[in-house]
């Protein structure tokens, strides 16, 4: 017998978690159904008990949401994926199923700013003790997992100052300190870096991002070991954060052209930052790539791409307080004379995008908690799109030059 051949994960993303119907469609249907109709009242109670494997309510499963959960599971390598309504819902459940009263989750400190809400707010009024750590000094995570935790979880580059967190070496001290290892994976993508093939038991997307790649929906999707991902299915479908027919549908064919579109920014990216890394208008450009950013090399040695983001300081006159209004009101002027760049929150779009995380995503953080992952009121986090990278260039360029 013939052995089927291991495709690659461009080949996967066209061809992945696609189950024909009897009319034999080239493109994926979609199934907009809330629910399915049994034969028989036993029929009905079989499926209940657990005795027959068949879709019962699009809650708990939906033949369109398999094939994209399916498709995604086969380029990131894992045994199994659950899809959600959005990003922060993977964050939450892929937490929230292991967690409870008593239970210690160690964290990398520079996080998104609504991931920093749910550990502190909620997580912390559950009971949940979280302690933080600097993710790029190794030192620290050997201090903080030298005693037993329940849960690491982190973001490797972060958002948005692209600190890098040595995903091999935090597996190793995690799995000693028995604690589940998290990483979300949204800036590096499934084609820029691959966690589980480092150790990490499980990783976590918003598909909003790089995998809609196109502004449209809302998603997210935890991906792991079946064990883990069943703990994170049996929550999601009572809790009702399940992603819809029409947003799966979307998202699989979006992973069609993935590798396409991220490998396009991440060079528009990487031509951008080396071009900003030696403007004087610039106090300090940050990409994994660039041999300035401090952890170059663990960038080389765990990502196949730097990623699409570039984020800047903006250079400011001497004595100017980097988290003052002065340092905001030169910002500002950078970004309301852009012209190609959108400003928005959104990140991994085909469409270029300027954000100010400190007055945004990252806002309620405050200027102590932005200050300590390196954050200031001159930070712009650029999402590098899918226009010509000399067009993106020129408009940055005659943006600075209106400060």
Not at 113 to 139: C, K, P, Q, R, T
Not at 258 to 278: I, K, M, N
Not at 356 to 366: C, I, K, N, Y
Request: charged share 20%; net charge negative; proline share 4%.
């Amino acid at each position: 017998m013939t052995e089927a051949p291991r495709l690659r994960p461009d080949t996967i993303a066209v061809h992945g978690g696609q189950h024909r119907t009897a009319f034999e469609e080239m493109a994926e249907p979609i199934f907009l159904t809330q629910g399915y109709v049994y034969g028989t009242a036993a029929e009905a109670e079989a499926a209940f008990n657990g005795e027959l494997d068949r879709y019962q309510y699009s809650r708990y499963g939906n033949p369109t949401v398999s094939m994209f959960e399916e498709r995604l599971a086969a380029i990131e390598g894992a045994e199994d994926c659950f899809a959600t309504a959005t990003g922060m819902a993977a964050v939450f459940v892929s937490l929230a199923c292991v967690l409870k009263q008593g239970s210690r989750l160690v964290a990398s400190r520079a996080l998104f700013g609504s991931s920093l809400v749910v550990f502190n707010e909620y997580f912390a009024g559950w009971g949940i003790s979280v302690d933080y750590v600097d993710g790029h000094v190794n030192a620290d995570w050997e201090r903080a997992l030298s005693t037993p935790a329940d849960a690491v979880f982190v973001e490797s580059p972060s958002n948005p100052m692209q600190d890098l967190v040595d995903i091999a070496f935090v597996s190793a001290l995690a799995r000693a300190a028995g604690a589940l290892f998290i990483v979300d994976n949204v800036f590096a993508t499934p084609i820029g870096s691959r966690p589980l093939e480092l150790g990490a038991d499980a990783v976590v997307y918003s598909a909003t991002k790089h995998i809609d790649g196109q502004g449209r929906v809302l998603g997210g999707a935890v991906l792991g070991s079946r064990e883990y991902v069943e703990q994170v299915r049996t929550m999601v479908r009572t809790m009702g954060a399940t992603m819809s027919p029409f947003t799966a549908w979307v998202l699989g064919k979006s992973l069609e052209t993935l590798g396409v579109r991220v490998r396009a920014q991440a060079a528009s990216a990487l031509t951008l930052a080396e071009w900003l890394d030696g403007d004087p208008r610039v106090a300090v450009a940050r990409h994994p790539f660039l041999p300035s950013h401090p952890q170059h090399e663990l960038a080389l040695k765990q990502m196949t791409l730097g990623g699409t983001l570039v984020t800047i300081d903006i250079a400011l006159p001497d004595g100017t307080d980097p988290h003052g209004d002065e340092a905001k009101a030169a910002t500002y002027r950078f970004l309301d004379a852009l012209k190609v760049f959108a400003i928005a929150n959104n990140l991994g779009d085909a469409k270029s995008i300027a954000t100010h995380p400190a007055t945004t995503t990252h806002r309620r953080l405050g200027p102590e908690g932005r200050a300590a992952v390196g954050m200031c009121s001159a930070t712009v986090r650029l999402s590098i799109g899918l226009e010509d990278v000399e067009d993106l260039r020129a408009d940055i360029d005659q943006a600075l030059s209106a400060i």
